[in-house]
C-alpha cells in the first residue's frame, strides 16, 4: 500500500527527515558545504527560470498544460529539497524563522500603505 501524501497532512519535520535520510543512505553529506547547497539553489531555481526563457506563459496558460506545469512543479520540488538541505545543515527551525521574517514584514510593508492597489512605495 502506497501512501498519498499532501500538504494538508505533512509537516515539515516529515520533508527536513526525508531529505535527510535521502541524503545518508547516499553518503552525500560530504558534498553538503554551505557553499554547494546554496550553489545548487540557486541552480535549480534557474532551472525554474529556464522554463520561461523567451516564453511569457500566462497564469491560465500553465494552469491548462498539464506537462508545463509538471516541469515547474518537478523544479519548484528541487529548489524546497535544496532549501531543506540547507535549513537541515544549519539546523535552522524555519517555522520559528519565518515566523519572526513574517513579523519584520508585516512591520516594513504595513497594510495600511498598500491596501489601495498600490503595490511598491516610492
Ligand atoms: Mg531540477
Known amino acids: 500500500m502506497s501512501i498519498i501524501l499532501s500538504d ?5 519535520s516529515f520533508f527536513k527527515d526525508e531529505v535527510a535520510e535521502f541524503v545518508q543512505n547516499r553518503d552525500w553529506g560530504k558534498y553538503h558545504t554551505p557553499k554547494n547547497l546554496i550553489q545548487a539553489l540557486q541552480i535549480e531555481a534557474s532551472e ?8 511569457d506563459y500566462s497564469l ?11 516541469d515547474i512543479s518537478d523544479e519548484l520540488a528541487d529548489v524546497f529539497i535544496y532549501l531543506i538541505s540547507l535549513i537541515n545543515l544549519f539546523g535552522i527551525d524555519l517555522t520559528e524563522t519565518f515566523s519572526n521574517k513574517m513579523k ?3 512591520a516594513k510593508y504595513p497594510i495600511k ?10
Open 48 to 55: 525554474l527560470s529556464e522554463i520561461f526563457l523567451f516564453k
Open 104 to 106: 519584520k514584514n508585516s
Open 60 to 70: 491560465e496558460q500553465i494552469l491548462d498544460n498539464s506537462e508545463l506545469l509538471k
Open 113 to 122: 500603505e498598500f491596501n489601495n492597489g498600490i503595490y511598491y512605495k516610492k
Open 8 to 12: 494538508k497532512h505533512t509537516t515539515l
